[in-house]
């Protein structure tokens, strides 16, 4: 049976906790003792913050979480965001290197990290789908790198919003979980900038709003902005 999990100041358990109270779902097939325990978190509430000890690991379940730093100026880099079924809040170190928060009302699956470590250590599938997720994650972080110093504001949030609809479903229809201004810190713009940037990408056609966030994306017109 996995190992009672202490929790996070900040979470709270949801009401919906697994039958008889116990954690629920299992990180991995074919691992059970890796078991994680349900959280719900309101919007805007922290998660963990930048400099405490990263002792678990979490897994979006529903909503969506961002992860940020705040430089020295005062300024916020979004660093990257957690949608359903992402799992974030592995460090190199022994601490967390940057402050997460939800977007909205979430929920996720809390996982202590020392036990994944160990299931790594016994289990070469389990290692294997860790090596897989590091690997996603530094190509994302290289092609985020390149997005950032070489593309147009156009061609960064076109990009962004094809990706954030792949990872959505891929249905071109969605809700961006997040604000313009999570965006224009997320891609080292202005929150003007972007919002003269989805106005052009209205008018062209490439994009049309509904109400509150509500998208709907012309994937060949978009394409057009970002492609060599």
């Known amino acids: 049976m996995a190992a009672e999990i202490t929790l996070p100041p900040s979470a709270r358990v949801t009401a919906n906790v697994a039958a008889g109270g116990k954690p629920g779902i299992a990180l991995f097939a074919g691992c059970p003792e890796l078991l994680g325990t349900p959280f719900a978190y309101a919007r805007e509430e922290e ?11 979490y897994k979006v379940v529903s909503g ?16 990257g ?55 996603s994650g530094l190509r994302y972080a290289q092609d985020h790198m390149l997005l950032l110093g070489r593309r147009s504001a156009v061609e960064r949030v076109a990009t962004f919003l094809m990706e954030v609809d792949e990872r959505l479903g891929g249905t071109g229809t969605f ?18 900038t972007v ?17 509150g966030r509500q998208v709907s994306l012309r994937r060949a017109r978009l394409r057009r902005f970002v492609e060599d």
């Open 47 to 57: 998660i963990y913050g930048e400099g405490e000890e990263a002792e678990f690991v």
């Open 175 to 192: 809700a961006l979980p997040m604000t313009r201004r999570d965006i224009a810190d997320h891609l080292g713009l202005t929150i003007e």
């Open 81 to 135: 965001f957690h949608l359903p079924g992402d799992l974030f809040g592995f460090e190199q170190g022994e601490m967390h290197r940057h402050t997460a928060e939800a977007l909205s009302d979430t929920r996720v699956l809390i996982f202590r990290r020392r036990g994944i470590e160990r299931a790594a250590t016994r289990s070469a599938e389990v290692a294997c789908q860790l090596w897989a997720m590091a690997a």
């Open 64 to 79: 969506a979480v961002r992860t940020h730093k705040v430089l020295s100026d005062g300024r916020r880099q979004i660093t």
């Open 195 to 211: 919002s003269r940037t989805f106005s052009h990408l209205e008018e062209d056609g490439a994009l049309l709003r509904a109400a």
